[in-house]
């Protein structure tokens, strides 16, 4: 992709989000194959809102995704594979309640985030996710980029001497987290669970290095960990 083109995607995105502002929903989807891909998002919506992002990126060498929602009902897909280098990837999604926005009567509704996150680098996968909300969900992804709320979120690096890092920030009344990562060398998460039910389900292997693993959570919390790692240290430090 041409860095014209992709200006140009980018710029269409931007718009998009603040289109919210007029529009009860936004959607984007952006397809980015090339050497170096970048994709910027900013979606800004009403009330109620049903904000959309699909992010697929097959880079040579790097994929960047930046991605921000604002609105009652968010749901993102990132994709990324890059074949020589490295996936970056930065979500925020702040939600506030009904009640908040409109000054009427909020009980039993909420609001839900999903992210789907899966990602797969010859070196090296970053992703830095925060979600406020009532409900909030990090799980898998297909290849299609759709949810898949049986799986996890996915870090795969296959090269020989790098690593996977995820951190992830949850704030809602009920929040879920699944965590698969696999590096030859090193594998780093650090998620933190706050109000409400949480849950966590986290899986790390290392074959040729370490795992490290912090979690902190509040509320009625329950956190599963498996860690292998044949050659170096596993360490989790829960707190609950």
């Known amino acids: 992709m041409s860095r014209k083109i992709l200006t140009l995607v980018m710029a269409l995105a931007f718009m998009v989000g603040l289109s919210g502002m007029a ?7 952006v397809d980015q194959s090339g050497t170096d891909n970048e994709a910027y998002i900013n979606q800004v919506g009403g009330s109620p809102d049903n904000n959309t992002i699909d992010i697929d990126q097959i880079a040579v060498t790097t994929n960047d995704a ?3 929602q604002n609105g009652s009902g968010n749901d993102v897909d990132v994709i990324q594979n890059a074949l020589s280098g490295y996936n970056n990837s930065y979500v925020e999604q702040h939600n506030n309640l009904y009640v908040e ?3 009427t009567n909020g009980a039993g509704s909420g609001n839900n985030n999903d992210l789907d996150l899966f990602q797969v680098a010859r070196t090296n996968n970053d992703a830095e996710v925060y979600q406020w909300g009532n409900s909030n969900v990090l799980v898998g992804a297909n290849s299609d980029g759709t949810i898949n709320l ?3 979120a996915t870090q795969i690096s296959d090269a020989t001497s790098y690593y996977n890092d995820l951190s992830c920030v949850q ?3 009920g929040n879920e987290a699944g965590l698969y990562q696999n590096a030859s060398t090193f594998n780093d998460a650090s998620i933190t669970q706050y109000n409400g039910g949480n849950s966590l389900v986290a899986w790390q292997y290392a074959p040729s290095g370490s795992n490290d693993l912090t979690v902190t959570q509040t509320g009625g919390d329950s956190a599963v960990v498996t860690q292998n790692a044949f050659s170096g240290n596993n360490v989790a430090f829960i707190t609950q």
Do not use: I, K, P, R
Not at 23 to 29: H, P, R
């Open 23 to 29: 529009l009860a929903s936004n959607t984007a989807d």
């Open 66 to 68: 930046v991605v921000y």
């Open 101 to 103: 926005q409109l000054g």
């Open 150 to 152: 049986s799986g996890a």
């Open 171 to 173: 704030s809602g009344d």
